[in-house]
């Protein structure tokens, strides 16, 4: 019982993280209407900074997150203003490749900076497990810890989540978001910055991707290496999906559950096949219902 | 009626499923057949109790206020939709579950109210693409190029130049079917459409965007592709030059529903059908 | 020279550049009109003419030495590159799916085609009938075990993309790129685990999931769950068969997409719904392109794995896959013989950039980054757009010219 539940809140502890990268995609898809396949390697490039920050200059690590999620923004709107804007008229695979492209860019130029060994990264919190449940079975002694950085995860993960909806829904901006969203020929008609709408929502993605690197180097999920983000990247992103691409509890509810799906079945089906577990599941999921969980139907009028 | 008349004055009869075909069509077995025909999409009834007969050379149209529901209808026989009541016969036989692909097969045939040609192929393409399930070979000549490609393709050639004859688009064979001006495009969906030989052809609004010179060719060409093929039409069109001046039988739509069937004199005089096109006299006044 | 000579000898010299012209004129509308009517045909017969003469270079190269040893260990991963992106052109750009799970493809032919190379090796020794059959006929065995494996490798590539396409067809758009994506995902995941062994001395085949289940005796491990496919040797492919692959993928594609089959795959590509009511089955168009996709590619796996003596699965992995859909666009979308010089440059693009080695990653992005938006951005496009106008106008001109004339 207390090894499921420890699995459980790895799994969800992993998910967290997954649903804040599943975010930025998410966010990406739903106003840009492109794959954004850099986002995986912008989290690699704002752990980097936070370790900078931490190892080099010796700050404290609120400063180290903070530099991170700045130099991420500012990256993120690089990115757009450089890679994909030019792009806005282009096909959707043209596209896709500059994004495969600027993805592998990232991963060069840090390989040249920061050099393809790994490197570990600082704990960004300290303090001690707290002890949730303890037993003694056969004269084992088993306990459910939550360590600080479990717990920093998840929050982190939940604020996020409830101030994006906020910002969505609420501000004049989140407005303008999902206009374009909707219909971008029509926003532009009804007043609305498009390319500055697109930028901001690049700048809220390459931020949450930034929080997203930090938080999985920090929960030892992934050793720092130029190569950090792909793999989580490409999780996240079928997260996305797995949620409904374009909606933002889906992203959350697929990222978790994508999170929870691997560790369960990491533990109780086959370590090894871990991965073709998840995708798996996956598959099944859009067969069932080739939307994702919450994503919306779309009627092609004949 | 500015336009001059295509027809001679039809006499209409009824037919088993309350509806009507012409006289020489009466003792035959109509091409297409509805009874309570209707779609619900989520609660709203698009399309309610349909019923509707045509015959076997029969013109008909179909008209009614935007909104009345005729795409649906058309898509409907297609089977783009499954319709949620009644049924659909095609030549007598019924058509419920198939596919769309399969009530081509069955001899239905249509255009589209936005054109949906193939664009990025040529005109001629576009034809032989009709011809697909007419002139076959299969795939392993092709690809070997065994004798079969060389007569099929050679078949299918002379055919689509013998189609793409009757609107004068011979010349065009070798354009690209979206480079070509709207008018040719809405020729070009009909060609296509006939070459899978149908029984039944469905037009969605085929004179739309059409100038009147143009629109008066197409009436000529309707009636000559129905002279030649021996095939009924089903037509779409707000332009009502062209429907009463070709349709023999006219189905008028509104609110999904069927207001008034008839002749096209029938139809002008129906007082049901000018208050769904007009509004309520008093209002109007 | 008085006035009255000089206009004579003008006059007579813009005749005789009429009569020349006029004599020039008929041939060359004829060949514009034959250009026009077999436009496809010649295209064709232009990429196997250029495969061919690229061939005979090589060739020719590696008689005469010229070639560096890392280029000549080039030519068969090129080849198979080049079969990989023709293929995938059949799927992302004539069939218009997005597939980003070629590699799987790729890798369940490198796997079987090992296999089946391998059992061969050990079933049939030199006194076999089999082994003596092509003995006699003075054909190389290996050359019979490359092709042997080749096919095998196609089959079993051939029914996974079947089995996958069942469902995957089934959606639409990035989800279909993404099932496919996690497809190639799975196939890798499920072949890191695999471990085949074959019998030295009967060439019976082992197969397991747990390493310690093979028996030592006797027994040689050639495919080792996550190191991959090693001792694979001798190798067995060469640039001929390379060549040939790539002749005989394109005889396949090329002759397809002419075909009744390949505009049906078009048809339903342009217009899913138009082609659904000209009574096209289109699941059925979507599943043969992307079968026979899946089928070269698992053909160019066994032709990869054949060239090294082992091969680690990260080889197959989405980066490949990406990797390949990239030869694919830069070549053009539904461009075959885009492909194939995209897939060689793209291949020797980084072999070039040895002497950056550092930074050779980073100028092979920069150029894919920059080309795409050269060739997408509004500027360009226009430019090119004024540049072809303007060729056109020249034409139309000479032509009226003519008309004229005559």
């Keep these: 019982m207390i090894t499921f539940l420890t699995y459980l809140i790895n799994g969800l502890n992993i998910g967290s993280v997954y649903a804040v990268i599943a975010l930025g995609y998410t966010m990406v898809y739903g106003v840009a209407k492109m794959l954004n396949f850099a986002h995986g390697d912008v989290i690699m490039v704002g752990a980097f900074l936070a370790y900078c920050v931490c190892a080099y200059l010796g700050l404290h690590p609120i400063i180290a997150v903070l530099g991170a999620v700045i130099g991420c923004t500012i990256l993120g709107i690089l990115i757009e203003r450089l890679a994909y804007k030019p792009l806005r008229q282009a096909t959707s695979l043209a596209v896709l490749i500059t994004a495969i492209g600027m993805s592998y860019f990232l991963q060069n130029m840090a390989q040249l900076i920061w050099g393809s060994d790994t490197k570990s990264f600082p704990s960004i919190i300290q303090g001690d497990a707290i002890v949730l449940f303890k037993t003694v079975q056969d004269g084992v002694t088993k306990t459910l810890t939550l360590s600080p950085i479990n717990i920093l995860t998840m929050a982190s993960c939940f604020i996020i989540m409830i101030a994006l909806t906020l910002f969505i829904n609420k501000t004049k901006m989140g407005k303008a978001m999902r206009c374009v969203s909707e219909d971008k020929g029509a926003a532009e008609l009804m007043g609305i910055n498009v390319n500055l709408t697109i930028s901001v929502t690049f700048a809220i993605g390459s931020a949450l991707a930034a929080v997203a690197g930090i938080l999985l180097c920090a929960s030892n999920y992934a050793p720092l290496s130029p190569t950090t983000g792909s793999l989580p990247g490409i999780k996240a992103f079928t997260a996305a999906v797995f949620g409904g691409i374009g909606s933002i509890p889906g992203a959350m509810l697929g990222g978790i559950l994508l999170g929870l799906i691997e560790n369960l079945g990491k533990a109780y089906v086959s370590s090894e096949l871990a991965d073709a577990f998840v995708f798996g599941i996956l598959i099944v999921v859009l067969l069932v219902k080739p939307t994702g969980l919450l994503g919306k139907k779309i009627h092609e009028k004949v | ?285 | 020279m008085n006035q009255k000579h000089k206009m004579t000898i003008t006059h007579l010299f813009t005749h005789a550049l009429e009569i020349c012209e006029s004599f020039l004129r008929q041939p060359r509308i004829m060949a514009e009109k034959i250009y026009q009517k077999h436009k496809m045909t010649i295209t064709h017969l232009f990429t196997y003419a250029l495969v061919i003469c690229a061939y005979f270079a090589c060739q020719s190269m590696i008689k005469a030495e010229k070639m560096t040893l890392s280029l000549e260990g080039q030519l068969v991963p090129i080849c198979a590159y080049i079969v990989l992106a023709v293929s995938l052109n059949l799927t992302v750009g004539i069939s218009g799916e997005l597939s980003l799970g070629h590699a799987g493809f790729m890798y369940v032919g490198a796997i079987t085609g090992v296999i089946a190379s391998m059992w061969m090796r050990y079933a049939f020794t030199e006194e076999s009938a089999f082994f003596l059959f092509f003995e006699n006929m003075n054909i190389d065995f290996a050359l019979v075990r490359m092709l042997i494996s080749l096919i095998v490798a196609g089959v079993f590539a051939g029914i996974v993309g079947f089995i996958i396409g069942i469902p995957v067809l089934r959606l639409r758009g990035d989800y279909l790129a993404i099932v496919t994506l996690a497809f190639g995902e799975i196939i890798r995941n499920i072949m890191t685990c695999l471990y085949v062994a074959v019998n030295k001395k009967t060439g019976a085949l082992n197969f397991t999931f747990n390493n310690s289940d093979i028996p030592s005796k006797d027994f040689k491990l050639f495919i080792k769950g996550p190191t991959g496919i090693t001792g694979n040797s001798p190798k067995i492919a060469t640039f001929v068969i390379g060549i040939g692959l790539v002749l005989f993928t394109l005889l396949i594609v090329q002759n397809l997409i002419n075909s009744r089959t390949g505009r049906a795959i078009k048809a339903c590509r342009d217009n899913r719904i138009a082609a659904e009511s000209m009574g096209l089955n289109v699941t059925k168009y979507k599943m043969i392109a992307f079968v026979t996709s899946a089928c070269l590619a698992g053909m160019a796996g066994a032709l990869y794995a054949a060239n090294f003596s082992s091969v680690v699965p990260s080889k197959f992995s989405i980066d490949t896959s990406i990797l390949i859909l990239v030869f694919v666009v830069l070549g053009g979308l539904g461009n075959i013989l885009g492909s194939v010089i995209s897939a060689t440059v793209l291949t020797l693009l980084p072999e070039l950039l040895r002497e950056f080695d550092d930074y050779r990653m980073l100028v092979y992005v920069v150029v894919l980054i920059l080309t795409m938006l050269i060739t997408n951005s509004p500027i360009v496009k226009s430019l090119i757009g004024a540049i072809k106008e303007g060729a056109k106008k020249l034409f139309a001109r000479k032509n009226t010219e003519n008309g004229a004339n005559s």
């Design chain 2, 1 to 285: 009626m500015a336009s001059k008349k295509f027809k001679s004055n039809t006499i209409m009869v009824p037919v088993p499923s309350t509806s009507i075909v012409p006289e020489r069509d009466a003792g035959k077995l109509p091409v297409l057949e509805t009874s309570h025909l209707g779609i619900e999409f989520g609660g709203l009834k698009a399309v309610d109790d349909v019923n509707l007969a045509v015959g076997p050379t029969e013109i008909c149209g179909l008209i009614g206020p935007n909104g009345a529901g005729k795409t649906t209808v058309f898509n409907l026989l297609t089977k783009v939709y499954q319709p949620t009541h009644g049924t659909i016969l095609l030549n007598g036989k019924d058509t419920a579950g198939m596919t769309t692909e399969q009530a081509n097969r069955m001899g239905i045939a249509r255009t589209f109210q936005n054109i949906r040609l193939f664009n990025n192929m040529t005109v001629e393409e576009n034809v032989t693409i009709g011809l697909h399930n007419q002139i076959r070979y299969n795939m392993f000549s092709g690809i070997f190029r065994l004798p079969g490609y060389w007569m099929g393709e050679k078949k299918q050639h002379q055919k689509a130049l013998d189609l793409l004859s009757i609107f004068d688009m011979t010349h065009l064979a070798n354009a690209k079917a979206g480079s070509l001006p709207y008018g040719a495009q809405r020729r070009l969906e009909i060609v296509r459409a006939l070459a899978t030989h149908p029984s039944l052809l469905l037009l969605d609004e085929p004179a739309a965007g059409m100038n009147p010179h143009e629109t008066e060719e197409l009436m000529e060409n309707i009636i000559k592709i129905r002279d030649q093929f021996q095939i009924a039409v089903l037509l779409i069109e707000h332009d009502m030059n062209l429907v009463m001046g070709i349709c023999e039988g006219i189905c008028v739509l509104n609110y999904g529903r069927v207001i008034a069937k008839g002749t096209p004199d029938e139809i002008q005089s129906n007082p049901a059908v000018i208050e769904a096109y007009l509004g309520k006299q008093k209002e109007a006044k």
